[in-house]
């Protein structure tokens, strides 16, 4: 602002005998330079007037930029989140997971560490996989994230004969008079923030093309221009894995993934007499004391991700006006990655971990897991934002334990995986720890 202006400076001299002054025009982006652009000679009384004024203004535009700096520095300041302000991000997310756990687990037996590995996922802004037979919760899992982030969602079951147009939007009709290739997508995929795709792998190429970029890049061709996507997560599920190399690239993209099996005896016994009989705690909870769940109306909470180790938690029931703040908001999502990947550090033995996973994976287990570069980044973030959630400035070696979900092809590896973790903790913590998680 100030350097497309002048002004006149007075300075007095003498010459002849008679004081004169010497004006000079000099604009402020030439201080330092004094060019001279102009010498007159006027009464000193005058050019003393001239002066005080030339001096008058530039003292009110000094003001306005020491205010203007003042004001910045003040906004960057409080741009620059001081460490309560982070606690305090850190304690409403954590309530709210505790709230969203809770709620999430009612009427499901045997279902807390999927519960777990959605909110988890939906937090990092990844995506999650769940493979299993049929009737085993995976659709009814997935769709209940929606209840509990505030967020435009959209749900989809693919068959093989899936068009494009089912999950991007149909062809604008006006467009194509116009010799544009352009899709409607309001109220597709590509405008939703969280959505769930049952038997995913059902996608052929024609989908695969754009559902590749979409789920990476969260970007989305749409006719000549290439636009960005609101999705934060995507939850897939199906029940086998991918067969053929076309969907490699697909199955990739999760960073998440989760075997989900039948309950056990006993988890069958009490999901029987909960939906049979209609017993369960007066809040809607199934007892069942694996599923994380006990007598009391507690959640136990869990090491790994986030909500601590051997305490318990009381799922709150908050009011319907307080319905909303309970509620993830797409705000929450944001803020929490963005702060984890900010203040959250990772100890040089944490990395050396993950490098030594990834070596046994490729060269000592048989056969050899294929662990990309891309995920191997992605898992450390991973990590970072467990343990934001959990209310910690720093990855600890429990959180590795995230990995055995995240560090496999087959489902039978990540046995595989949790092992090699769990040798590697008990040389540090020792084994009736190791045991009692």
Not at 174 to 187: C, I, K, M, P, S
Not at 289 to 310: A, D, H, R, T, Y
Not at 364 to 373: A, I
Request: charged share 25%; aromatic share 6%; net charge positive.
């Amino acid at each position: 602002m100030l350097a497309s202006k002048s002004y006149r400076f007075s300075k007095p001299f003498r010459k002849n005998n008679s004081l004169c002054a010497l004006q000079v025009d000099q604009p402020f982006s030439l201080i330092g330079k004094k060019q001279i652009k102009k010498v007159s000679h006027v009464p000193y009384a005058l050019s003393q007037q001239a002066s005080n004024q030339a001096l008058e203004v530039i003292r009110n535009e000094s003001t306005q930029i020491l205010q203007g700096l003042q004001s910045t520095i003040v906004s960057r300041n409080e741009a620059v989140e001081r460490p309560e302000a982070v606690k305090q991000i850190q304690q409403n997310l954590k309530d709210k997971l505790k709230y969203s756990i809770a709620n999430l687990q009612k009427g499901l037996v045997e279902r807390d560490t999927e519960v777990r590995l959605l909110l988890l996922a939906t937090v990092a802004g990844e995506h999650i996989l769940l493979i299993g037979p049929p009737g085993t919760a995976k659709s009814e899992v997935g769709r209940r994230l929606s209840r509990f982030v505030k967020c435009n969602y959209f749900e989809r079951l693919l068959t093989r004969f899936s068009v494009p147009e089912e999950l991007f939007g149909p062809l604008s009709m006006r467009a194509l008079e116009e010799d544009r290739y352009v899709r409607q997508t309001r109220g597709y995929l590509p405008e939703a923030e969280v959505a769930f795709i049952d038997e995913i792998f059902k996608a052929n190429s024609a989908i695969l093309n754009s559902l590749l970029t979409l789920l990476n890049e969260r970007l989305f061709d749409n006719g000549s221009s290439r636009d960005k996507v609101p999705l934060v997560t995507l939850v897939g599920a199906s029940n086998e894995l991918p067969e053929g190399e076309e969907l490699e690239a697909l199955f990739d993209r999760f960073l998440l993934r989760r075997r989900v099996s039948q309950v056990t005896p006993a988890g069958l016994s009490q999901m029987l007499s909960y939906f049979g009989n209609g017993v369960s705690n007066g809040s809607g909870i199934s007892n069942h004391v694996n599923n994380g769940i006990g007598n009391n109306n507690e959640v136990k909470e869990s090491s790994g991700f986030g909500l601590g180790l051997g305490r318990s938690i009381s799922p709150s029931s908050p009011s319907s006006s307080n319905l909303a703040q309970a509620k993830l908001s797409l705000h929450d999502v944001r803020e929490c990655r963005r702060q984890a990947l900010k203040t959250v550090r990772v100890p040089e033995s944490i990395l050396q971990s993950i490098v030594d996973l990834r070596d046994f994976l490729q060269t000592k287990l048989e056969p050899p897991v294929y662990v990309s570069d891309r995920r191997v980044l992605k898992a450390m973030q991973l990590l970072q934002v467990a343990a934001f959630c959990d209310n910690r400035s720093e990855v600890n070696a429990f959180d590795l334990l995230i990995l055995q979900h995240v560090f496999w092809r087959q489902p039978d590896q990540a046995a595989a995986v949790a092992e090699w973790l769990t040798s590697q903790l008990t040389v540090d913590f020792g084994a009736k720890q190791i045991q009692f998680l």
